[in-house]
């Protein structure tokens, strides 16, 4: 472990791009926590915490700042991205692609809100994890997400309530699958939903994989209206929804 002095000059001379972003107590946590990450090799809260020889702290106080922190993910986000557009090398550049995929966050407990029993295409076998929808762009020089959605589960009952209430008709024959074949309910229910979308009221009852990558597309093209970039994504993404810049 490399023990450190103070904050790595790299980070004090990036940091004020996200003062605005925390408070001043938790602004100098934020420092400490990305230095961690960049030195060290334990990079659990302990770990990081130790780092810091001369001003030591008790681990709660970086603890805060990811539990507890009334920080906004989306202000943490705009930042970063004002940082990257701020810099030549790493801003958005006529020649960029952006892609949209979704990657597993694996877990090997099951004590985490919105966690789920997915199939992993690259590992062919199902395990618990969390799914992170991203949008990502790339060009020559550099590589970085532009923004990220996590996966919730389908809430079944809610999608169903919301079906009747939109006056979306349920098959009496499809019902008794709620009770005696309920694999076969969910894809059914999910079906539905998702071929009466031209309904709004229908459209807000889920957020789907593919509609959380519209929503990333069109975020990407309110900010950056002028940027006509292709969107990479795979074949079982393309719909209409996913080229909102066409």
Same mark, same amino acid.
């Given at each position: 472990m490399i023990p450190l002095l103070d904050i790595p000059e790299i980070v004090q001379h990036y940091a004020p791009y996200f003062r605005w972003v925390f408070s001043e107590a938790a602004?100098?946590?934020f420092q400490?926590?990305?230095?961690?990450?960049?030195?060290? @090799?334990?990079?659990?809260? @302990?770990?990081?915490?130790?780092?810091? /020889?001369? @001003?030591?702290?008790?681990?709660?106080?970086?603890?805060?700042?990811l539990r507890e922190s009334?920080?906004? /993910? @989306?202000?943490?986000?705009?930042?970063?991205? #004002?940082?990257?557009?701020?810099?030549?090398?790493?801003?958005?550049?006529?020649?960029?692609?952006?892609? /949209?995929?979704?990657?597993?966050?694996? #877990?090997?407990?099951?004590?985490?809100?919105?966690?789920?029993?997915l199939y992993d295409p690259a590992l062919r076998c199902h395990r618990w994890a969390h799914n992170l929808v991203g949008l990502h762009y790339s060009d020559e020089q550099t590589d970085y997400p532009m923004g990220f959605c996590l996966w919730k589960p389908a809430d079944l009952d809610w999608i169903e309530s919301?079906?009747?209430?939109?006056?979306?008709?349920?098959?009496?024959?499809?019902? /008794?699958?709620?009770q005696d074949d309920p694999k076969k309910w969910r894809p059914y229910l999910l079906g539905l939903w998702r071929r009466k979308q031209n309904k709004a009221e229908v459209k807000r009852l889920y957020k789907s994989k593919l509609v959380l990558a519209e929503e990333l597309l069109r975020g990407f093209v309110a900010v950056h209206p002028a940027a006509k970039l292709p969107v990479a994504?795979?074949?079982?993404?393309?719909?209409?929804?996913?080229?909102? #810049?066409?």
């Open positions: 602004f100098l946590q400490r926590y990305i230095s961690g990450l960049i030195v060290s @090799e334990n990079k659990t809260i @302990e770990g990081i915490n130790r780092l810091f /020889v001369l @001003e030591t702290r008790n681990q709660s106080s970086l603890n805060r700042l009334p920080f906004s /993910v @989306e202000a943490l986000n705009e930042a970063r991205l #004002h940082l990257l557009e701020d810099q030549p090398e790493t801003r958005i550049k006529a020649r960029g692609v952006l892609s /949209v995929d979704d990657t597993l966050l694996s #877990h090997y407990g099951r004590c985490f809100e919105q966690i789920t029993w919301g079906l009747r209430a939109a006056g979306v008709p349920i098959k009496a024959s499809k019902e /008794v699958l709620k994504f795979d074949s079982w993404r393309r719909a209409a929804g996913l080229l909102p #810049h066409d």
